[in-house]
Each structure stands twice: as C-alpha cells, then as structure tokens.
Nanobody, 125 residues
C-alpha cells in the first residue's frame, strides 16, 4: 500500500481557487507506477471521483468538473495536485487522495486500495 497525506484545503468564497496536494510515499516505486485520483464526499452522499491520472498519464474528470479543475503529478517529488478554479458552493466537501496499482474503473472508490485522511474544502456563496 501507499501512504498518502493531503493538504491545501480551506474555506474560500465562490469563484476562488484552491490547490490541493497529496504527498505519497511509495516504497521502491514512483508515483508514475500508480493510478492516482481525487475523490470527494459530503455527509450523507457517496464518495465521488473528482479526477484521476493513469499510469500512462491519461486523465479523467467527473462530469461536474467542466474544465474547472486540473489534476497533475510531480513524479520527482511523489506529489499529486488538484488545482481547483471557479469554485462553487456545491464543491464543498472532504477531498481524498487515492492510489491503486492500476486504473480499473477509476470512477469507483472500491477500486483504490490506498487512501489519505482527507482535507476539507468549504466554499461559501
């Protein structure tokens, strides 16, 4: 398993930006050997995929992102980022970093075997 630690959450106004980071410790391997993703969850709702980056660098986003967020990875530092622009109140939630050796249906949280503790994002309208 991979040890993951998120940071960068906070309270902002609608229209603002935040950049989330996820520091990963991957024993004997780099971040490029893992499928990495960001999920979010609000109380009473299922965890949903925000964005994912595959081992080969291909990207995917949740439908609600609509070009506002960008996932990226710095393989030299083993850090995953999520740049979030034009934030809306409905983006409020706990954001989690996740990893798995392969991207098998990355929309499904059960397909990831490593998770961070999460970082809270609160957007006020």
């Amino acid at each position: 398993q991979v040890r993951l630690e998120e940071s960068g959450g906070g309270s902002v106004q609608a229209g603002d930006s935040l950049r989330l980071s996820c520091e990963a410790s991957v024993p004997r391997f780099s971040l490029r050997t893992r499928c990495m993703a960001w999920f979010r969850q609000v109380p009473g709702k299922e965890r949903e995929k925000v964005a994912a980056i595959d081992n080969d660098g291909s990207l995917s986003y949740g439908d609600f992102v609509k070009g506002r967020f960008t996932i990226s990875r710095d393989s030299t530092k083993n850090v995953l980022h999520l740049q979030m622009d034009s934030l809306k109140s409905e983006d409020t939630g706990m954001y989690y970093c996740a990893a798995n050796p392969q991207c098998l249906s990355p929309d499904r949280p059960e397909n990831f075997n490593s998770w961070g503790q999460g970082t809270q994002v609160t957007v006020s309208s």
